[in-house]
């Protein structure tokens, strides 16, 4: 088994009752990296499967994960496909996330803690190559224009995440083309992704500020195919 970073402590074990979401937040981080490399060996994937397939899977993957899992840990979280993603005082039909996370404790009533947005790499289609940052279907884009990153409130929730199916080329190839796009999209370099960690799965980081000025943080978590 591959030594990922991860925290030292037991998740759930030092967060209080009452406590704000924050530290649930960084215990789910912390599932996906441990977790996310079991998915191609556990699941029938393969990279002719759609983007929608492959969401559709991984969310089971999670879903068995957060309740039976090599800890013996029954965890807080409950996944959600497809979930809306309605602005305040938005009128038409909103957009959908591919996935959110609920948080369901004691004093905490399944409330969205964390998004996540999936990309296929490369992206099919004609005129779709930089997607996972901006066009029709842009990932870092819509994350930025408070189109996704939402609660069932319309709240803009700070910390989310993308995940990526890489069915091509290596991480290397994609961190250098991502970061290309982010300037190609006319964005700061403090913009441009950075590496956490490229082992059986790639863990990198982003940050931006939304149209509104608020901070956004993202998580990206690729998987090879």
């Known amino acids: 088994m591959h030594d990922y970073p991860r925290p030292s402590n037991i998740p759930f074990q030092n967060v209080p009752e009452g406590a704000s ?4 937040v960084e215990k789910l981080i912390w599932f996906l990296e441990r977790y996310l490399p079991d998915f191609t060996k556990e699941r029938a994937v393969n990279g002719s499967q759609s983007e929608n ?27 959600q496909p497809e979930k809306s993603q309605k602005q305040k005082k938005q009128k038409g039909h909103p957009k959908r996330m591919d996935m959110a996370a609920r948080l369901n404790t004691v004093d905490i009533n399944m409330e969205v803690i964390y ?5 296929k790499l490369p992206t099919p289609g004609s005129g779709r190559e930089k997607e996972y940052v ?7 884009e819509r ?6 990153g939402l609660d069932d409130d319309g709240n803009l929730i700070k910390d989310n995440g993308i995940v990526a199916y890489i069915t091509e080329n290596n991480f290397d190839y994609w961190f250098h083309h991502i970061n290309q796009w982010i300037s190609d999209a006319g964005c700061q ?5 950075t590496i956490s960690y490229f082992s059986a799965i790639g863990k990198l980081g982003s940050s931006h500020h939304r149209v509104s000025g608020d901070a956004l943080y993202l998580t990206h978590f690729w998987i090879p195919i």
């Open 21 to 24: 979401s924050t530290g649930y």
């Open 53 to 79: 397939d492959l969401t559709e899977l991984l969310f089971r993957h999670l879903t068995r994960k957060a309740k039976f899992n090599s800890e013996n840990i029954e965890y807080h979280y409950i996944f």
């Open 115 to 119: 998004c996540i947005e999936a990309k």
């Open 134 to 140: 901006f066009g029709k279907g842009g990932a870092i």
């Open 143 to 148: 994350f930025k224009n408070e189109e996704h």
């Open 189 to 193: 370099d403090s913009e441009k992704l």
